[in-house]
């Protein structure tokens, strides 16, 4: 028994050790195979007392000590199943995300393919980008920051729109206030902490609005992906969201990503996230330490 279930176990009466519910083989795959149909997030054994507590908490909240009862909530289609199902998600995900996480990624982007004489900065004035899994918003506000910065240094004069989407409204929210803790900046550029944020009392900064709304935050599951019009982007991050499914829902989703990127488009991952796949429209760009494809052209794959 983890710290948490046993606080919650032996502070509160509605429970006693010998009454807690544990999961037995059989609830642990029924919870199992009902996140992997809904998130295509697949959780190993070894998340098992993470599930349970999780689990056990909510259940506690609710007043309720069965966790058939807390199942069929789950599962029924009324308003307050619909709430556990969003309670639930945001808390069996994991949301951990910094600014500037994949220097090396940010630098192909900022650099090397906007500059390139084959980069999306040439004949067109608007870039459009979508952060696939943006947790909080640090992803997405990192990209941008990188590319206003270098698109105002070198005097390019572009629109730059962010698609920010992930699975959970909380995180969504915290990235759409645009408001985060001092220790959370410490990995950035100091010239990008001047210039992008503003403190807002002693521990807090803001991000500045000029960045704040380019980003269009929406909560997206990429088991929907299908219902979801979005195209023709220059750039997709989905970096360290591929982890968590099983290899044949990576490959459908690449795929997926794959079609809704611009000829020319680059489609950034994070290092190791897959290896051998192959889709026939898209080849990698060889980058140290970056994994990154790069869609090709039209008369490429039209023969
Ligand atoms: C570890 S974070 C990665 C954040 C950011 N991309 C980064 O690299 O710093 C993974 C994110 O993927 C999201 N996620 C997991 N399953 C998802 C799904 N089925 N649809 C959309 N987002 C999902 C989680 O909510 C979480 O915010």
């Not at 195979?33 to 506690?60: A, C, P, W, Y």
Request: hydrophobic content about 40%; some cysteine; aromatic content about 10%.
């Amino acid at each position: 028994m983890n710290a948490v279930t046993k606080d919650i176990v032996e502070n509160h009466s509605c429970w006693t050790l010998n009454e807690t519910p544990v999961l037995n083989d059989d609830e642990f795959c029924l919870w199992q195979n009902l996140m992997e149909q809904r998130t295509g997030i697949s959780l190993s054994v070894d998340r098992k007392s993470f599930l349970t507590s999780n689990l056990l908490i909510r259940m506690h909240e609710l007043g309720l000590t069965q966790l058939d009862d807390y199942y069929k909530l789950f599962v029924s289609n009324s308003n307050a199943g619909i709430i556990e199902w969003e309670v639930l998600v945001d808390r069996l995900t994991v949301h951990e995300t910094r600014f500037f996480r994949d220097k090396g990624a940010l630098e192909l982007v900022g650099k090397n393919y906007l500059t390139s004489k084959t980069g999306i900065i040439g004949n067109q004035n608007s870039i459009q980008i979508w952060s696939v899994g943006c947790a909080t918003g640090e992803e997405p506000y990192s990209i941008a920051i990188v590319l206003d910065y270098f698109m105002r240094i070198n005097n390019i004069d572009g629109y730059l729109g962010v698609f920010a989407s992930d699975i959970s409204g909380t995180a969504i929210a915290k990235g759409y206030m645009g408001v985060y803790h001092r220790n959370r900046l410490s990995n950035l550029p100091i010239e990008y902490l001047k210039e992008y944020f503003i403190p807002i009392d002693l521990d807090h900064y803001k991000i500045v609005d000029s960045i704040r709304n380019r980003i269009c935050f929406s909560k997206l599951n990429l088991m929907n992906m299908n219902n979801a019009c979005i195209a023709d982007m220059d750039i997709i991050y989905c970096q360290n969201v591929l982890i968590y499914f099983k290899r044949e829902k990576r490959i459908k989703i690449l795929d997926q990503l794959v079609s809704r990127l611009k000829p020319g488009g680059l489609l950034v991952l994070g290092p190791g996230e897959i290896t051998s796949w192959q889709n026939s429209l898209v080849k990698q760009v060889s980058e140290n330490n970056v994994l990154a494809f790069r869609r090709l052209e039209e008369n490429k794959y039209n023969g």
